[in-house]
């Protein structure tokens, strides 16, 4: 699996959770297993405590006097105290446990009683000194309590039961005590067991974890080479593949992409044909005309004059070309400034007037009724946007062009303007702004892209379609 992957990164980020659970729920069990267990030992040596009480307070008074003198031998006369031995060893066991519990008895003086027969009483009065002494004879008080310690590289723990006002025959202190070796063991066992099943968990979430690190990746992969294919301008393949909400958006962001670069590709080619169609005609004009007056033979006043009009032709196409190129730049500045509604459209009217007369149009306008009315907007580039619109319209107008103010809503001025033309090719209207496009009836779409291109930027919108008398196109700016 390669680093700096997605596919690695969720693997690695679920790897640390797994180890991170793998500590926390071996430290949490261990514990709670722990607290359980001492809390359960206690309980069993609580239960031992009291039998072993219960049966030294009963059988006590007839052998503990005896045991101011040295014991007598296990096979002598009186077993008096053999037989108290294997009672109180007796006691030991009857509890259902998983303790080995041993006792010690001792006097009011603190001093310990050897009941053990004498063949274990030396081994057993040298034990029960190591033992009092591990557990600190400080420890010994006079209520009942507890106490851990070690011995013999051992952990044990015990249960001190004062019991000396509870008799008259010498009994002091009962001590039950156990090793906890068994009991750590266990643990240990049960330890192996849980990092059994934890390690076959883990492998098994690991598996789980790269299967769903492949799948959330593999539409990424799948994605990255669709969008190498646009980058070699491969337009036309479409991506289709099941996903969730939030890929199925970007798949689709990335077709919707694909189509609009598609589209631009298809418009940019042809652009270049429709411009090299412009530019080529008027130079091949100039040049003819040229070569007619080298030779003489036309007249050089007439080609003149056809010179004249081609160079300001393509003039005309090559600032409208640098224009558009400079509106989506940047760079270009946008001077806005409060401007009164009334004025600017008078002075666009003013401007195309004359372009109408001599074409024999009629250009009619309705100002708004509010003379304060005012936007905020770059004159001369809202005031071109308008022109183009209503040069547009002289062009392919048959006697009339209109021009309304009124309100779209309470935030927005709308300029509707419109000719009394033929109107628009059905298919073309959603085309006609685009800065490539080429009307069968019209010349290179520029003027109409400049427009679109400045309203927006003014935050507006403008639109175009066909009414019963001809075409109409409608403008919103923000008042």
Known sequence: MKRHTIKWRIFKYNLVVIILLIFMVAIIFNITVRLYMEKDILRQLNKIASHTEFIALQKGPSFLPKHKTPPLPFNGK???????????????????????????????????????????????????????????????????????????????????????????????????????????????QINIILLIIL??????????????????????????????????????????????????????TINIMSEKLHCYDQAQKTFLQNISHEFRTPLMSIQSYAEGMKYHVIDNETAHTIIIDETKRMTKLVEDLLYLSRLDSIEENYNFSNLQVNDLLKACFDRMKGIAINKNIVMRINYFQDQSLSIFADEEKIGRAITNIISNCIRHAAQTVDIDLNYSNANYLQIRIYDDGDGFEVEEIPYIFDRFFKGEKGNLGLGLAISKSVIEKHKGKITAENTLNGALFVIQLPV
């Open 78 to 188: 009186d077993t008096s105290d053999v037989g108290f031995y294997f009672m109180l060893d007796r006691s030991l066991r009857e509890p259902l446990s998983v303790l080995n519990a041993n006792y010690i008895l001792l006097d009011k003086d603190k001093s310990i009683i050897n009941l053990t027969p004498k063949d274990y009483s030396d081994s057993y009065d040298v034990l029960s000194n190591q033992i009092i002494s591990e557990i600190n004879p400080s420890n010994i008080k006079t209520i009942e309590s507890y106490t851990n310690f070690r011995y013999d590289n051992n952990a044990y723990i015990a249960i001190i039961k004062p019991v000396s006002d509870k008799n008259t025959f010498g009994l002091g202190w009962i001590i039950i005590y156990s090793s906890l070796q068994k009991i750590n063991q266990l643990q240990l």
């Open 199 to 252: 390690i076959f968990s883990s492998l098994v979430t690991v598996y789980i974890s790269s299967l769903v690190a492949k799948k959330i990746s593999s539409p990424l992969s799948s994605l990255n080479q669709h969008v190498r294919a646009l980058s070699e301008r491969d337009f036309g393949t479409k991506i289709v593949m099941p996903a969730d909400d939030e890929l199925e958006e970007f798949i689709h």
